[in-house]
């Protein structure tokens, strides 16, 4: 299986939009409210694991606390991989999990035996924290705080009692840059604004397509444009994926945090991520 997996906010969507665009006819209607998509007709699964928990799980779910979870992790994964299987004709298919590489008592969130391959998009923490708070309804100060907690848990989208396991952005980020055993292509959210069809063509070309095409990657990339998105979204309404948030396109910026953060939130997250921000070039 072929994933997606940011920290929150950092760009997994838009991956999972081109990937879905790419060689295919669905409508940008359909790609706004990719979140509850017909699975055969936008080529996605629309979560990992955790709605398929339940079917894993001989309780409640309700009832499961998130070390229970993480135990049955491993058979929610089989499930996820025999639906997955089912739509292999549809690929390139990449199936969204903002989960941490990391373990939970002794338990690996991720194994190669389940994951061929890992887009990890990342995005400046600082603009992160706009987008989050927005999308989330909280503080910037109360989002910062989140950001900087190792064992911050955040709202799958589909049930209170099932959370991410995101951890600190800075935790999230070293834990893929530092996987060897999954093939993990990173990319910066910045250069995916700055250089769309590149950088589309190398993640395509990461997850293996055949024949690959770059006029293909330009239409993917001009059918999910930002603004054509809002447009429609403002249409429609907003995906069941935004808690808070009337509006899930956003604003898609790099920069929008100088004009909207609050200076002293600004150098807190650069004091508590300030290792990491350097070594993406954010610093």
């Known amino acids: 299986m072929d994933f997606v997996v940011s920290y929150p906010k950092s760009g997994n969507t838009w991956n999972r939009l081109v990937t879905t665009a790419y060689d295919t006819e669905v409508d940008q209607e359909d790609l706004v409210q990719l979140k509850a998509g017909d699975l055969t007709k936008l080529k996605l699964t629309d979560i990992d694991p955790p709605s398929r928990h339940q079917a894993v799980s001989p309780i409640p779910i309700s009832d499961v606390d998130f070390a229970a979870q993480v135990r049955l992790r491993p058979a929610a994964m089989i499930v996820l991989a025999k639906e997955v299987s089912l739509l292999e004709h549809l690929e390139p298919l990449l199936v969204q999990s903002h989960h941490v590489n990391a373990r939970i008592n002794g338990i690996a969130l991720w194994h190669s035996e389940w994951v061929d391959h890992v887009v990890n998009p990342v995005r400046d923490p600082r603009e992160v924290c706009c987008s989050h708070a927005a999308h989330y309804g909280n503080s910037y100060e109360e989002t910062a705080q989140l950001m900087a907690d190792p064992s911050a848990r955040t709202w799958t989208g589909e049930t209170p009692d099932l959370r991410w396991f995101t951890s600190s952005w800075s935790a999230h980020v ?110």
Do not use: C
């Open 174 to 283: 070293r834990g893929w840059l530092e996987e060897d055993d999954i093939p993990v292509h990173t990319v910066r959210y910045e250069d995916l604004k700055a250089n769309p069809v590149g950088e589309f063509y190398d993640i395509l070309d990461f997850l293996g397509v055949s024949d690959l095409s770059v006029d293909l990657v330009e239409d993917a990339v001009a059918r999910t444009q930002f603004d054509r998105l809002q447009e429609v979204e403002a249409e429609q309404g907003a995906p069941a994926a935004a808690p808070e948030q009337e509006q899930f396109f956003r604003s898609g910026q790099t920069d929008g945090w100088k004009n909207e953060l609050p200076t002293d939130v600004a150098r807190k997250i650069e004091k508590d991520h300030g290792e990491m921000m350097e070594a993406l070039g954010y610093l």
